[in-house]
């Protein structure tokens, strides 16, 4: 069973950056696919982006060319650097993962099955 905590969340004004982390333990599988959703009250999650042990990556429109999703095998890390942070960013950013990888075809919630507690990102000036 994969266990995620992530970190990292916080305020921020528009415009602004931060990095969110994600420690990943047990997660032994060579093929995997990590991702990042986000949920704000009252709607349902929503994928931002997702990064797979091919290398693939896939960003929800909203997000691209600003967001970047990255990770440190060594340690089992998943980041997500946010840059140009708008109002409309703010949302508890969840974690995911699921092995093996070939299981992910889009960026749904449905498809991950391991998920972490969430960290609050608020985006305010």
């Known amino acids: 069973q994969v266990q995620l905590v992530e970190s990292g969340g916080g305020l921020e004004q528009p415009g602004g950056s931060l990095r969110l982390s994600c420690a990943a333990s047990g997660l032994t599988d060579d093929f995997w696919c990590m991702a990042w959703f986000r949920q704000t009250p009252g709607y349902r999650r929503e994928g931002v982006g997702k990064l797979c042990s091919s290398g693939s990556t896939e960003y929800a429109d909203s997000v691209k060319g600003r967001f970047t999703i990255s990770k440190d095998n060594a340690n089992n890390i998943l980041y997500l650097q946010m840059n140009g942070l708008k109002t409309e960013d703010a949302a508890m950013y969840y974690c995911?993962?699921?092995?093996?990888?070939?299981?992910?075809?889009?960026?749904?919630?449905?498809?991950?099955?391991?998920w972490g507690q969430g960290t609050q990102v608020t985006v305010s000036s």
């Open positions: 995911a993962a699921r092995v093996p990888s070939y299981l992910v075809r889009n960026l749904e919630e449905y498809e991950y099955d391991s």
